[in-house]
Nanobody, 113 residues
Framework: QVQLVESGGGLAQPGGSLRLSCLVS????????MGWYRQAPGKQREAVAT???????YIADSVKGRFTISRDNAKNTAYLQMNSLKPEDTAVYYC???????WGQGTQVTVSS
């Protein structure tokens, strides 16, 4: 079975940066789109960014200009680079593999002074 493991979450100050990683098992990674989603307390889960198998990206308006999604097919890993973090970015961030609709376990991101 395909497994997704997120890492890189933690505590950051407003204006700081974090980089999330999503490691995917198996050879399916190179042929599927990937995405990052987040869910804050009391809020619905929302798409943050997606990337196709060939590198085309979508970035949500709420994070555009601050967040970047990327992938390294040689490492079976998707990344979410988060810069200029704001308190409203606080949420659990989930990695999604589109082929088969697989999800990672989530990683907590907290932005606070």
């Amino acid at each position: 079975q395909v497994q997704l493991v997120e890492s890189g979450g933690g505590l950051a100050q407003p204006g700081g940066s974090l980089r999330l990683s999503c490691l995917v098992s198996g050879s399916i990674f190179n042929s599927t789109a990937m995405g990052w989603y987040r869910q804050a307390p009391g809020k619905q889960r929302e798409a943050v960014a997606t990337i196709t198998s060939t590198g085309s990206t979508y970035i949500a308006d709420s994070v555009k200009g601050r967040f970047t999604i990327s992938r390294d097919n040689a490492k079976n890993t998707a990344y979410l680079q988060m810069n200029s973090l704001k308190p409203e970015d606080t949420a659990v961030y989930y990695c999604k593999l589109f082929r088969g609709n697989y999800w990672g376990q989530g990683t907590q991101v907290t932005v606070s002074s």
